[in-house]
């Protein structure tokens, strides 16, 4: 295979011990990180010919091989880029579980500026990593990287899911993304108010890029109407133009008497500054990490908000993208889409039955069937079998 010097790797968690360079008290605090938070493996990547640093994390492989996307940020540190990969890891791991996937958690993350850093080494060479390990970890497309990065992946391993349509992959998940979100919604509405009529109550959007604005047209589709802010301009003039949204300011939404508050952007929004000026009854939207703090889910149950678990309603996009493995099928990534509503039903059952929050809930479900099907099962150790893949060239 052409391609790039032997690259050099350092490996934490269950592996068997390579030669490493890296100082003793660095890696004291990785394998306390690992402890904390229940890491299988995390793989330092490097490659001075390509300019790569990347870190790949296995979370938890119970389920089934980690899946999770690769992104690529001008991390300030060596230790923000591991503290991220660490956090975004886990949160594919209950994820998956929640989902009822046969998938453990994993992310990769590249250190650089994807604006002026990005090349065809660099993700060839990352990809040779991904295929070093053998299927226990799968990657794909996420922020700062394209279906164009992924091709280059794709050069080097086959453990790459959303790759292009001529490849037997899915494509763009935003649309699954959207579609899995509205059902996230329909299972909240029913529970909130007794019927899933989308229409009838309005929204305040949070964010219009691909999956924002694939929702916006699904809930005006459906005749309600909808708020919308983003921090590109062009992106809310899209939403107002072609779908008849109302655009509001960056900081206006939190004070709109919309019904529900669907942030579908950044994380963290739900927050000390924010929670006392929204007058919304149900939380449901497509972002990561929504809430601020643990503390932040507590109040919003004392107040009576209805907080939809965000992996749990985002889960559309992985749900497409792990279909892949056997063999994608549209027909069949859309009707498996309709889960989530399924899926949100017994979180709302459990957060009631338990007394508990939904996002205590939601974990209870994830690690409950993790701990089931660990008791059955050892660690995935590789090689998904990838039908109907084709390779041109």
């Known amino acids: 295979m052409p391609g790039f010097p032997v690259p050099e790797r350092v490996i934490g968690g269950n592996t068997p011990p390579v030669h490493s360079t890296v100082p003793t008290p660095e890696f004291a605090m990785i394998f306390e990180s690992l402890a904390k938070n229940g890491h299988e493996e995390v793989v330092f990547c490097h490659n001075a010919d390509a300019g790569l640093k990347a870190i790949i994390a296995i979370h938890n492989s119970v389920l089934g091989p980690a899946l999770g996307g690769l992104r690529m940020w001008p991390y300030a540190s060596e230790q923000e880029a591991l503290n991220d990969v660490l956090r975004l890891s886990r949160g594919m791991t209950y994820k998956a579980a929640v989902s009822g996937l046969n998938l453990g958690g994993g992310k990769a993350v590249i250190w650089g500026d994807p604006n002026k850093d990005k090349s065809e080494a660099l993700f060839r060479a990352i990809g040779r990593f991904v295929n070093s390990l053998n299927g226990r970890y799968i990657t794909a497309e996420d922020v700062g990287i394209d279906v164009n990065d992924m091709e280059y992946v794709f050069r080097e ?13 899915s494509g763009d998940p935003s649309p699954f993304t959207a579609y899995g979100t509205l059902q996230g919604l329909m299972a909240a509405l029913q529970v909130k108010y007794g019927h899933e009529e989308v229409g009838k109550f309005s929204y305040a959007v949070q964010g219009a890029g691909h999956v924002g604005m694939q929702f916006i047209k699904l809930l005006r589709e459906q005749g309600a109407k909808v708020f919308v802010t983003d921090i590109n301009q062009t992106l809310v003039q899209k939403a107002v133009d072609d779908y008849g949204a109302e655009a509001v300011s960056l900081d206006a939404i939190y004070d709109t008497d919309a019904d529900v508050y669907s942030p579908c952007a950044l994380g963290g929004t739900v927050n000390e500054q924010t929670l006392p000026r929204l007058k919304c ?23 009576g908000v209805l907080y939809a678990p965000d992996y749990a309603v985002n889960a559309g996009g992985l749900m497409n993208v792990s279909l892949e493995i056997d063999g994608y099928n549209r027909e069949r990534a859309m009707r498996m889409m309709r889960t989530i509503y399924y899926n949100l039903g017994k979180i709302f059952q459990i957060a009631s039955r338990d007394g508990i929050p939904t996002y205590k809930a939601a974990d209870r479900m994830a690690e409950e069937r993790i701990d089931l099907i660990g008791r059955v099962k050892l660690p995935y150790m590789g090689q998904p079998r990838f039908l109907g893949r084709m390779r041109h060239g």
């Open 281 to 303: 009854k149900i939380i449901c939207g497509a972002a990561n990490n929504q809430l601020a703090t643990e503390a932040i889910g507590d109040e919003l149950n004392a107040r």
């Open 157 to 169: 391993t086959d453990y790459v899911t959303g790759v292009h349509q001529v490849h037997g992959g």
